[in-house]
């Protein structure tokens, strides 16, 4: 079995990091973007375990193992916010979120 080249791997982790970037900045809708950053921790992620396996290292798995266990605290989190969000104004639409007044 052959080893993939870390330039296969750093460009497809470029190309996933830049899909879940431009869904962040274009999309409106909350939700949208908040996935659009998992898109963006699994690109981070995929790089990570490219290189340690082009080292022979398990740093890179640890690292993606920390980006995993962010990913989630920042799912529950968000997800909580956006179900509170959804219940007292009625949408996700960035524009009226962000004219909340405390």
């Known amino acids: 079995m052959t080893d993939i080249p870390l330039v296969h791997v750093l460009i497809l982790s470029s190309l996933l990091f830049t899909i879940g970037f431009v869904g962040v900045v ?19 992620g995929v790089a990570f375990i490219g290189a340690g396996s082009v080292w022979q290292e398990a740093d890179g798995q640890i690292m993606f193992m920390l980006i995993l ?9 968000g997800l909580a916010l956006l179900i509170r969000m959804q219940r007292h104004y009625r949408t996700l639409d960035i524009d009226v979120l962000s004219k909340m007044k405390g």
């Open 26 to 44: 274009v999309r409106k809708n909350t939700l949208f973007m908040l996935m659009s950053l998992e898109v963006m921790l699994n690109a981070v």
């Open 69 to 77: 266990t962010l990913a989630a605290a920042e799912v529950a989190v």
